[in-house]
Structure formats: structure tokens, C-alpha cells
């Protein structure tokens, strides 16, 4: 199974500034189709998760533009531009790839 | 618009089997491309994957649970299920269905059902 860790496990941010969280894979992530499905997800508290962000960059419908995605390979970047009081949440990085599908173990984004 | 409501028992007994039925509204699960999923979530701990079907019959589980679950589908009242046998505390969590779109992954999810495994 690919094996997907995530740094930080917590991280506080002050309103308005900058936020960002690193995911590893423990193998390569390209499929044979020449798509890499990384994708990030948000939960906010008593919340289901929410898919932010699918095949490294791409926001999904309804999703600000202060979220973005980069990366290639293993190593994968989840940043928000201007953190607001809604982003309070879990964040969780999440490959599809290959089954069975793994998550992160999730960034607990709060405020400080 | 896509609802996915996630539904049964909420308290099973050890050793019993655990049945789950998500009822899908705004879409066919009949669509494609889209594969349909059930995740769970432990109390406090992170997500894990547990298995896609594609309405024709084709399922993909998760190793760690494949000898105890079944998914199975109801294309006439446009529903699917989970059937997970021999339960373990191990096995309380939160049970969510999803819609997976090949491309795009895991892109709407119900509400969550609270299943607690005790005697």
C-alpha cells in the first residue's frame, strides 16, 4: 500500500497570513495514464470531508482561489494564500492512484 | 444537486455484522464514469478507505477488510450498501459513502453514519 505522510500535524495560523502543508508519498504517484491523482481533502469540525483540490492543482467547483496545489513525483504542497476563520479544520492529502486508496494521517489547521 | 444519505443500525454487537445503505439523489448511480465508494473514520482518527463499485458489478475492496465486506447495489431505488461482517470494537467509526470520479477522486460525500460496535 502507498504509505502518505503529512507535515505538519498541527499548525497554527494567525487570520490573514499564510498556510501551507507538505505531503510525502511513499512511492511515486504517476499513473499509467499519465494523471497523477493526488488530491487534497477539508473537513471541518462534525463536518464529512470535502474534496479542495484533485491531481495536485486543480480546485474543484466552489473552492477559493487563496487554495492551491503544487508538486510532482512523492512530494506534494498544499498552501493557502490568506488563511480565514472557515478554514478552521482537518486538511488531508489523498492518492487514487492505486488501490487501495490512502490518506495522510490529516493537519489540524487552527487559529492562534 | 448530488445528496448522498448514509443509513442503518447505529449499534451492533461484537462478532455481528454491520449493514450500511447509502440513498443517492440528484444523479443515477447508473452514471458513468462515476464509481461509487464507502470510507470510515474511527473516532478522533483519520480516514480509511474501504471500497468502490461501478454499478455493473465491478468491485474493488481494501485487503485489510476483503474477507469480511460485501458492496452491493440497488440500481431501482438507486441505493447502495455495505455489509461488513465478525465486527470488532476496531470497527467503530463514522461510515461515509461517496461519489469517485476517476479523474477528480473523491468528490462528494454524505453526511457520515456513527456505527459503535458493543455488547
Known amino acids: 500500500d502507498i504509505v502518505m505522510t503529512q507535515t505538519p500535524l498541527s499548525s497554527p495560523v494567525t487570520l490573514g497570513q499564510p498556510a501551507s502543508i507538505s505531503c510525502r508519498s511513499s512511492?511515486?504517484?504517476?499513473?499509467?495514464?499519465?494523471?497523477?491523482?493526488l488530491n487534497w481533502l477539508q473537513q471541518r469540525p462534525g463536518q464529512p470531508p470535502r474534496l479542495l483540490i484533485y491531481?495536485?492543482?486543480n480546485r474543484f467547483s466552489g473552492v477559493p482561489d487563496r487554495f492551491s496545489g503544487s508538486g510532482a513525483g512523492t512530494d506534494f504542497t498544499l498552501k493557502i494564500s490568506r488563511v480565514e476563520a472557515e478554514d478552521v479544520g482537518v486538511y488531508y492529502c489523498t492518492q487514487t492512484t492505486q488501490f487501495p486508496y490512502t490518506f495522510g494521517q490529516g493537519t489540524k489547521l487552527e487559529i492562534k | 444537486q448530488l445528496q448522498l444519505q448514509e443509513s442503518g443500525p447505529g449499534l451492533v454487537k461484537p462478532s455481528e455484522t454491520l449493514s450500511l445503505t447509502c440513498t443517492v439523489s440528484g444523479d443515477s448511480i447508473t452514471s458513468s464514469p462515476y464509481y461509487w465508494a464507502w470510507i470510515r473514520q474511527p473516532p478522533g482518527k483519520g480516514l480509511e478507505w474501504i471500497g468502490n463499485f461501478y454499478y455493473t458489478g465491478r468491485t474493488y475492496y481494501n485487503s485489510s477488510l476483503k474477507s469480511r465486506v460485501t458492496i452491493s447495489v440497488d440500481t431501482s431505488k438507486n441505493q447502495f450498501s455495505l455489509r461488513l461482517t465478525s465486527v470488532t470494537d476496531a470497527d467503530t467509526a463514522v461510515y461515509y459513502c461517496?461519489?469517485?470520479?476517476?479523474?477528480?477522486?473523491?468528490?462528494?460525500w454524505g453526511q457520515g453514519a456513527l456505527v459503535t460496535v458493543s455488547s
Open positions: 461517496a461519489r469517485v470520479l476517476l479523474g477528480s477522486g473523491l468528490d462528494s
Open positions: 491531481k495536485i492543482s
Open positions: 512511492q511515486g504517484l504517476g499513473h499509467s495514464d499519465g494523471n497523477t491523482y
